[in-house]
């Protein structure tokens, strides 16, 4: 095998028609998916179902979202593979499963009381307003879809020769135009479709490279892709671990379980979604592996991409193809939608809620953003990951768990005091250089403070409370 290809001579007619169809298809889900949705009888019912589906969603519908949605950054993932072997599946996948399970078995139950819409909403319910202001920018911030607008640009740009901006800028376009036309509901049922195909596409791959090569080219790969820290001390590799728990606070897990038909649904479909993740984090660190061991040299970025178009035989091709691109674009079109959302529902005026033209206006303004931010990252998807969750992690995590322990126990100003010492302090320990002086994750700071101050606030007003 080669370690760089020209993708297009390797796709067929035939390749192209499955890939296609299966383009046409998801298409075709949201049609349909509009077509059979109830007609509301009021603007506040029309926006319910814009945002959350009627709170509907079912349990295949729940898992299947919720499982396409969380996995775009297949770029991103199997280039950590294909560098490091199993420490991609310990930081990307362990860790998170840890706190899915946390989420589905203690947050889910928690929420049962609130009537929210959004991650937001609901802090404004438990905390108060301000609160609920800055939760919204930071939600915006870390959902704008930076990491999964590069993935989508890199696999046009691999298959078209675009410049990378102009990659980005077609993805974004055609996310842009199905989810404006059905809102969450569009998001879903494209999902459905999305979760089958790149669910089998990992698994095909992971076949073909054991039934072609058996498992010695796995045993040349140096030992460190067996070692779950890989080529990283401790510290490092338990900051993903950190950065995981931040699922803990994740905007799309609230979303999904405010619009499942009930949080049994939630919990259910939550750990169901955990085993397939499983799975499919397997599937996609292995062939990755198998990647390295067959075509070495070859760009880690595109690595995994260029061995399966070069593994697989005509027809599949076209498949994975397809696969890939609806990982990408499944997770591309939920964060838009939620990060358009929260704009248009949060963070304006109360006056102006519930209006679908301005959740237009919002889903449209975070598609330019992703664009934008794209081009500043410069195509690196783990540096947006790591800055962008650290920063999130940091400020939200601690006071939030601690509002769902200790109701009321936090007043608005202090989560607005501990939120943002949490961001400052992760900002300082990174832009000061402290991370690379003292080789200590600034998440670990960020957190810390954050959690501080919390105990200071709670501590405080135990006392007052005594007296």
């Known amino acids: 095998m080669k370690n760089q290809i020209d993708i297009l001579s390797y796709l067929t007619p035939i390749d192209w028609i499955v890939f296609f169809f299966i383009i046409a298809l998801t298409i075709g889900s949201v049609i349909f998916g509009q077509a059979i949705k109830n007609k509301s009888t009021s603007e506040k019912e029309s926006f319910i179902d814009l945002m959350l589906m009627g709170r509907q969603l079912t349990l295949p519908m729940f898992i299947a979202t919720l499982v396409a949605t969380w996995y775009g950054g297949i770029f991103g993932v199997s280039q950590i593979a294909f560098e490091n072997g199993i420490y991609n599946f310990v930081t990307q996948g362990f860790f998170w499963y840890i706190s899915y399970i946390i989420f589905a078995l203690f947050i889910t139950k928690k929420l049962a009381g609130f009537e929210a819409m959004t991650l937001p909403d609901l802090v404004e319910q438990m905390f108060g307003p301000k609160s609920a202001k800055l939760v919204a920018v930071l939600n915006v911030i870390n959902l704008v879809p930076i990491a999964y607008a590069i993935s989508i640009g890199l696999l046009i740009q691999m298959l078209f020769g675009f410049t990378l901006i102009v990659s980005v800028t077609v993805g974004i376009s055609l996310v842009l135009a199905y989810s404006l036309f059905g809102g969450f509901r569009a998001v879903v049922f494209s999902d459905i479709v999305q979760f089958f195909v790149m669910c089998l596409a990992v698994v095909m791959i992971l076949v073909f490279s054991f039934t072609t090569f058996g498992v010695a080219p796995l ?24 950065i995981a728990v931040s699922t803990l606070v994740d905007p799309n897990f609230y979303q999904r379980s405010f619009a499942a038909q009930n949080f049994s649904v939630a919990k259910k479909g939550i750990l169901i979604s955990t085993v397939i993740w499983i799975i ?8 990755a592996m198998y990647a390295k061991a067959i075509i070495p040299e070859a760009d880690s970025a595109h690595a995994y991409f260029t061995y399966a178009i070069q593994l697989l035989p005509e027809g599949a091709r076209g498949f994975v193809l397809a696969g890939i691109a609806a990982t990408v674009l499944s997770t591309l079109d939920s964060y838009i939608f939620l990060a358009g959302s929260t704009l248009a529902y949060d963070l304006v005026p109360k006056r102006l809620r519930g209006k679908v033209s301005i ?6 303004s975070v598609g330019v953003l992703s664009i934008i931010f794209a081009s500043v990252f410069e195509g690196n998807i783990k540096n947006v990951w790591k800055t962008l969750g650290s920063l999130s992690s940091s400020a939200l995590l601690v006071p939030i768990i601690f509002g769902h322990l200790y109701p009321k126990r936090l007043k608005d100003s202090q989560f607005i005091f501990a939120s943002l010492l949490g961001i400052i302090s992760t900002m300082v320990w990174r832009l000061g250089g402290f991370k690379q002086q003292f080789n200590l994750d600034e998440i670990y700071i960020g957190s810390s403070c954050c959690l501080l101050a919390v105990l200071f606030f709670s501590f405080k007003q135990r006392n007052f409370s005594k007296n």
């Open 280 to 287: 499919f984090d397997l599937c996609l660190t292995f062939g």
């Open 359 to 364: 959740h237009h206006i919002g889903v449209l």
């Open 219 to 242: 045993k040349t790969l140096p030992d460190s892709y067996y070692n779950p820290m890989g080529t990283y001390g401790l510290l490092e590799t338990l900051s993903w671990g950190m």
